[in-house]
């Protein structure tokens, strides 16, 4: 059975950091897409980031949406089967569920639908 924990969420101030962590289990996803999508209160579901195996297979691509790029970071780690999630810079406009998610189609990977696997979530509130 598959399973993706995510850990590291909680609140912070505004212009605080946040370090999200998703351990992923019951398979490896080393060649496999994963994402970070969000969902705050009365919004859809929107991406946030996503890291790729490249076509030659020697080293990873990243994808970000346009509202944190330059303040996010994801990275694997696929000695631990885990994804992380650095967030820095963090506005009241980033407070959401941030959800971890896998295996996207590579050409519909900035649409949440196109994840099959979910995990359950975790809290990320930022005051002001």
């Known amino acids: 059975q598959v399973q993706l924990v995510e850990s590291g969420g909680g609140l912070v101030q505004a212009g605080g950091s946040l370090r999200l962590s998703c351990a992923a289990s019951?398979?490896?996803?080393?060649?496999?897409?994963m994402g970070w999508l969000r969902q705050a209160p009365g919004k859809e579901r929107e991406f946030v980031a996503a890291i790729s195996l490249s076509g030659s297979r020697t080293y990873y691509r990243t994808y970000y949406a346009d509202f944190v790029k330059g303040r996010f970071t994801i990275s694997r780690d696929n000695a631990k089967n885990t994804q992380y999630l650095q967030m820095n810079s963090l506005n009241p406009e980033d407070t959401a569920v941030y959800y971890c998610?896998?295996?996207?189609?590579?050409?519909?990977?900035?649409?949440?639908?196109?994840?099959?696997?979910w995990g359950q979530g975790t809290q990320v509130t930022v005051s002001s």
């Open positions: 019951g398979r490896t996803f080393s060649s496999s897409i």
């Open positions: 998610a896998a295996g996207p189609r590579p050409d519909s990977l900035y649409s949440a639908n196109s994840y099959n696997y």
